[in-house]
């Protein structure tokens, strides 16, 4: 099995490379459309397999505080992963102006499918569920395409949450703009190259914890993401202001 896990994230690793190296943000908008409307099918599929679940099983014993909960802390912050791809989406807007009111109205559906998702989980599921819910799923031929849309939607979105990551680490290490010519052209592929082997084996490595290495993860980036740099953001520009 760790040689199927290897494989698999080796090839989606390769297969993710032709998306990263794309050199402006919006040849990414075909490629999140489709993975938005992947995410939507796959949660559509997903809240259909909860409410058989319960349908069939009824209300698992919950308990709302076990030894753990100090992992569901890590993993609830990771829901700010997606934030990063806020500025180049704003910076693609043709009307930035709606920028703010479609903003606060996505933030508060995705709120609302957060609440809805994790409380039916927890209900179908008592306070014991899998780390990766569509693995709970039975082998059936609807299961096993929720499961496809929902790979196919995270590899979809890798490059654009990659994108601002990336700009800020290849400025840090001296690589310049891609439109310059050959030369900084192949060193920013060869760069993008590193940045996602190291992000596969990191991937590798962490496969036999996924909840853990969700939670630490989110602790050290997810944290500062979502609760520490948009303040820092917010006084580096009332003091330019």
């Given at each position: 099995q760790r040689r199927v896990h290897g494989l698999v994230i080796a090839l989606l690793t390769a297969a993710s490379y032709p998306l990263v190296c794309l050199?402006?943000?919006?040849?990414?908008?075909?490629?999140?459309?489709?993975?938005?409307?992947?995410?939507?099918?796959?949660?559509?599929?997903?809240?259909?397999?909860?409410?058989?679940?319960?349908?069939?099983?009824?209300?698992?014993?919950?308990?709302?505080?076990?030894?753990?909960?100090?992992?569901?802390?890590?993993?609830?912050?990771?829901?700010?992963?997606?934030?990063?791809?806020?500025?180049?989406?704003?910076?693609?807007?043709?009307?930035?102006?709606?920028?703010?009111?479609?903003?606060?109205?996505?933030?508060?559906?995705?709120?609302?499918?957060?609440?809805?998702?994790?409380?039916?989980g927890y209900l179908a599921y008592g306070p014991n569920p899998p780390s990766i819910v569509t693995s709970a799923l039975p082998m059936t031929p609807a299961a096993g395409a929720v499961q496809v849309v929902y790979g196919a939607a995270v590899f979809l979105t890798l490059p654009l949450q990659l994108w601002p990551a990336n700009a800020i680490l290849e400025r840090w290490v001296g690589i310049r703009p891609a439109d310059g010519g050959p030369g900084p052209r192949l060193q920013t592929d060869v760069w993008r190259a590193l940045l996602l082997a190291a992000m596969g084996l990191v991937a590798y490595a962490g496969a036999d914890a996924v909840f853990q290495l969700l939670s630490v993860t989110a602790a050290f980036t997810a944290v500062p993401l979502g609760f520490v740099v948009p303040p820092l953001l917010h006084l580096r520009l009332g003091a330019a202001r």
């Open positions: 050199r402006h943000v919006q040849s990414l908008a075909i490629p999140s459309l489709i993975a938005d409307v992947c995410t939507g099918a796959g949660l559509l599929g997903m809240f259909v397999a909860l409410g058989q679940q319960l349908e069939e099983s009824g209300a698992s014993p919950t308990a709302w505080v076990n030894g753990q909960w100090y992992m569901f802390i890590g993993s609830a912050t990771f829901a700010f992963e997606g934030v990063q791809c806020v500025l180049p989406v704003a910076d693609s807007m043709l009307e930035p102006s709606r920028f703010k009111p479609i903003m606060s109205g996505v933030a508060f559906a995705v709120l609302a499918v957060y609440v809805t998702f994790g409380s039916l």
